[in-house]
């Protein structure tokens, strides 16, 4: 039986046990889908990301939830790469390409002593009606339909994976909140196997613009992501398509996590390309050594 090594980051916080944790495999290419599956599982993280050869970029990764496999990850992209650089991987690369399931995506590196910043772009932003029952989905998360912000949208939205985005009225909804994450996929009728995101505009850090939590698929075997890469590049997105559509570029802070105890910052970039609904997003993060495991 085979001892695989797990190396425990934690992404989009520079302390131990704060921002959102993510098992990284290194040199994956022998296992198979199957190991790869067990081995998420056993982690039990949200994500473990899995390093492996590429022909058509610098290296690929592959994203497992304990449940089954996801096409992009952001916070576990921010520890990988971190931990390439880490073990004298990268060297002194400041940029590389990276293959995933949602295209080969590049990604920067740069040291702010003693920090080290990721900053990964992400794929092109795509949005969904969400035509389902607004109290139900209320209920979901543990809060009445008069605590959703009706002035604007709730949409599913994507930069690689999924989620639906629910704007709330305030925050002090948000320490509320208690997801029933079970009944999800009866209300998610048009992309069942997705997460809930709500968010709003009020933060506790005056540097932050937008506060959050992630409330994963009952599919994906966890019932909440700390801190949330892609979730947090479309809601640049987002916000560039339905609160703002004068602004050709954001750039702001969404804090995350601290209602669970894991504190922890997404830099978010969003920007309109020459056509006026071409979107480039790009998230920027850090991420801190924790522990090392083994895994049968």
């Not at 425990?8 to 131990?16: E, R, V």
């Not at 920090?115 to 543990?142: C, H, K, N, W």
């Not at 009445?144 to 939205?157: A, R």
């Not at 979107?279 to 920027?284: P, Y």
């Amino acid at each position: 039986m085979n001892r695989i090594t797990v190396y425990h980051y934690d992404a989009f916080s520079t302390k131990p046990n704060y921002g959102n944790p993510a098992g990284v495999v290194l040199h994956a290419d022998s296992l198979s889908d199957v190991d790869m599956q067990q081995i998420a599982s056993a982690v039990g993280f949200n994500e473990t990301v899995f390093v492996l050869k590429s022909s058509v970029a610098d290296l690929r990764l592959r994203y497992f939830t304990p449940g089954h496999e996801i096409n992009l990850c952001g916070h576990a992209t921010i520890a990988s790469i971190h931990c390439l650089k880490d073990k004298g991987v990268l060297q002194e690369k400041t940029s590389l390409s990276i293959e995933t399931r949602a295209g080969v995506l590049p990604v920067s590196l740069k040291t702010a002593d003693p920090t080290l910043e990721i900053e990964m772009r992400q794929d092109r932003p795509q949005f969904l009606s969400f035509s389902g029952d607004v109290e139900l989905l209320a209920e979901s998360l543990g809060l009445t339909s008069s605590e959703i912000e009706s002035s604007l949208p709730i949409v599913y939205g994507s930069t690689g994976t999924w989620t639906l985005l629910v704007p709330i009225r305030r925050l002090s909804s948000f320490m509320k909140m208690a997801p029933k994450n079970r009944i999800f996929p009866d209300i998610l009728k048009e992309n069942p196997r997705t997460s809930i995101h709500p968010f709003c505009m009020e933060t506790h850090d005056p540097g932050a613009f937008m506060h959050a939590r992630h409330f994963s698929s009952p599919y994906s075997g966890t019932i909440e992501d700390p801190v949330t890469g892609t979730a947090s590049g479309v809601m640049g997105a987002y916000y560039l398509t339905y609160m703002n559509q004068v602004e050709r570029k954001v750039e702001f802070l969404v804090e995350q996590g601290m209602e669970i105890g894991r504190d922890g910052r997404v830099f978010v970039q969003a920007t309109r390309g020459d056509q006026n609904q071409d979107l480039e997003i790009s998230i920027r993060g850090t991420a801190v050594f924790v522990k090392e495991m083994k895994i049968e």
